[in-house]
């Protein structure tokens, strides 16, 4: 069975962080492993609190994964500090992990941070030169190259901008453009646009997660990255259209949506 790692902050709420990602593996057959960066209190209405874990223990987690069940493919998400990300980064180089996909994580969808300004220059310049794909949306793609994107010219240059930090392959998510939900796929080489549906939901929270955990599972199982980042974003937006209110705030798309659908009652 292929095997895909996650390596991210836990969501007490089950619809972001590890949760999502192990929900996305098990949805796509795989067999996921997960090391947890960071607890945080959290549901759909915002983030209550963080409690981040040791970088020293980040590090055997991977490390205990890495000598039993090994990765055919890895993710990270919510990283938080600096020290951490300098640890996962090591343990990156130490097993050799390649097919990595790197989320940068820094803002959760209710708006509360999830990485301190002061490990933005260690995830630059530590993780993305790792990194087989990162995932940047608008705003994570701003902060990465530097300058303001709300259109698709502007998603080119950040593109380029992050591809010049080391990353081989980069996702400018699309979601949060006005006009449509259209990402891009850049290799250093050609730009792929990706025509994405826009999905008229309220239910996004952790889309972020199942999206770069999704690639990671199509990666694992032998998919090339074009391939599995253009099943992903079908994954997901079978998901969205498919996502039903969890909580009072912004709910999950529906991770197990291959499987079964959930009936919304009208009934109180």
């Known amino acids: 069975m292929r095997k895909a790692m996650t390596i991210a902050g836990s969501d007490s709420g089950g619809g972001a962080g590890i949760q999502a990602d192990l929900k996305t593996f098990a949805a796509l057959g795989v067999y996921g492993t997960s090391a947890i960066t960071a607890l945080t209190a959290q549901n759909t209405l915002g983030v209550q609190g963080v409690f981040p874990v040791d970088p020293d223990f980040v590090g055997q987690q991977i490390d205990s994964i890495m000598a039993d069940i090994g990765a055919d493919a890895a993710k990270t998400g919510m990283l938080f500090s600096e020290a951490i990300i300098r640890m996962v980064a090591a343990r990156v180089r130490r097993w050799n992990i390649r097919n990595l996909v790197v989320d940068p994580v820094m803002v959760a969808k209710s708006g509360d941070r999830l990485l301190r300004e002061d490990a933005i220059d260690a995830l630059r310049c530590e993780l ?25 010219p502007a998603m080119q240059e950040a593109a380029r901008a992050i591809h010049a930090l080391g990353a081989r392959w980069v ?66 937006t079978a998901g969205l259209r ?9 709910s999950p798309p529906h991770h197990f949506h291959p499987f079964y659908r959930v009936e919304i009652s009208s009934e109180i």
Do not use: M
């Open 242 to 250: 498919a996502a039903v209110p969890i909580g009072a705030g912004h």
């Open 128 to 152: 993305l030169p790792l990194a087989l794909v990162v995932t940047p949306n608008l705003g994570e793609a701003s902060v990465l190259a530097g300058f303001p994107v709300q259109d698709k």
């Open 171 to 236: 996702v400018v998510k699309g979601g949060h453009l006005p006009d449509c939900a259209d990402d891009l796929l850049y290799d250093g080489e050609q730009f792929l646009w990706l025509p994405g549906e826009r999905i008229d939901t309220p239910h996004t929270h952790g889309t972020g997660c199942a999206f770069s955990a999704a690639i990671a599972a199509f990666l694992a199982k032998g998919s090339e990255v074009p391939e599995a980042v253009r099943r992903a974003k079908e994954y997901l």
